[in-house]
């Protein structure tokens, strides 16, 4: 089992940045790969980013790539977005998950954190 908690979201305008991270209870966090999801209001989970046990490999979603980037800390059980050059639309509530396997869609990942709200206004 294993319980994510996500933090770092707020309001930010737009061209700003926020780091959301996420702490996993996970023993074996290294096992895990990462990913971060998002749910703006009216519209479907989707993924943002995804990265592999050792933080090797990464992968985004064309919407955001070159403005997030997704780090892992596997001593510290932590997993990071860095999100640069906000826009309005990326506001949503935003999810860590992770999983024992690689994958980019929702239904993939057993785990899930509660969510952190980010708010870019124009």
């Known amino acids: 089992q294993v319980q994510l908690v996500e933090s770092g979201g707020g309001l930010v305008q737009a061209g700003g940045s926020l780091r959301l991270s996420c702490a996993a209870s996970?023993?074996?966090?290294?096992?895990?790969?990462m990913g971060w999801f998002r749910q703006a209001p009216g519209k479907e989970r989707e993924f943002v980013a995804a990265?592999?046990?050792?933080?090797?490999?990464?992968h985004y979603a064309d919407s955001v790539k070159g403005r997030f980037t997704i780090s892992r800390d596997n001593a510290k059980n932590t997993v990071y977005l860095q999100m640069n050059n906000l826009k309005p639309e990326d506001t949503a509530v935003y999810y860590c998950?992770?999983?024992?396997?690689?994958?980019?869609?929702?239904?993939?990942?057993?785990?899930w954190g509660q969510g952190t709200q980010v708010t870019v206004s124009s």
């Open positions: 998950a992770a999983d024992v396997r690689y994958g980019l869609g929702p239904a993939e990942y057993d785990y």
């Open positions: 996970a023993r074996t966090f290294s096992s895990y790969v």
């Open positions: 990265i592999r046990w050792r933080g090797r490999d990464t």
